[in-house]
């Protein structure tokens, strides 16, 4: 019975060693320069992007305005969607192509067309969601919503609360979707002094992937099966008793 037992587990842990992570991938990509600090770098605007648009004192030119006492809300709908062909609808304005322009060029655009109705407008422009997907092991798993251009990967995982225990911090993933092209790179975080890693930078659209230790599942079985072995030891010692 002693050998039937064991010869079960070892099967058991056999199959387990054969559980891959969808999420891990053992082969490393360094495209590291890709993903360094830009204090140049401005968010482009897509097609399919929330735009608000605040006109200071002309809530009938605004969209979600930051002034107004509702302000700019994508839960109800207080925004304007870039369409396929990378245009808006601009109250009063009417159709103004957006795709690829930043926003302060956005803004000046807007301005110099108000500035036939209006003496020095003031605009603000807010895209509503910029956001970074962040998978894998950490706390919480998400989509976030930021504010800013620049997002520090530390300040990202702080976000969903920090790594979980079977993180693996020298495959984390990074991919970013450029034009027609996806670039991705690994960043080993177990490299306190690796100045590049620590200055990696996050843009909005950025999909982090932070893999598992590749003894989770080997854990996660194990912590099955000797309860399963324990029990199945006890019905032998009682069969053999009776």
């Not at 002693?2 to 891959?20: E, N, R, V, Y």
């Not at 979600?64 to 709908?77: A, K, R």
């Not at 620590?198 to 099966?225: C, H, M, Y």
């Amino acid at each position: 019975m002693k050998s039937l037992i064991t010869f079960f587990l070892i099967t058991l842990l056999f199959c387990s060693c054969k559980t891959q992570n969808l999420l891990v991938s053992d082969a490393k990509v360094s495209d590291n320069d890709s993903f360094l600090s830009d204090p140049n770098y401005q968010y482009k605007i897509r097609k399919d992007d929330k735009i608000s648009i605040s006109v200071w004192g002309e809530d009938n030119l605004s969209v979600g305005s930051v002034y107004g006492i509702y302000n700019s809300n994508e839960v109800y709908g207080k925004w304007l969607m870039v369409d396929a062909n990378g245009t808006i609808e601009i109250p009063k304005i009417g159709a103004m192509s957006v795709l690829d322009k930043t926003v302060p060029e956005l803004k000046e655009m807007i301005k110099n067309e108000l500035k036939k109705w209006l003496i020095n407008p003031i605009v603000d422009i807010k895209v509503l969601n910029k956001e970074i997907i962040v998978l894998g092991e950490v706390r919480n798993p998400n989509t976030v919503a930021i504010d800013k251009d620049h997002v520090s990967l530390l300040e990202m995982i702080s976000k969903t609360g920090g790594f979980e225990f079977y993180a693996n911090l020298k495959l984390i993933k990074i991919l970013r979707q450029e034009g027609e092209n996806v670039r991705v790179t690994n960043i080993d975080l177990t490299l306190g002094d690796n100045i590049v890693n620590s200055n990696i930078q996050l843009r909005p659209g950025d999909i982090v992937i932070v893999p598992s230790k590749k003894n989770k599942e080997f854990d996660k079985r194990i912590a099955t099966i000797i309860p399963l072995a324990t029990t199945i030891s006890a019905a032998a010692i009682i069969k053999g008793i009776l």
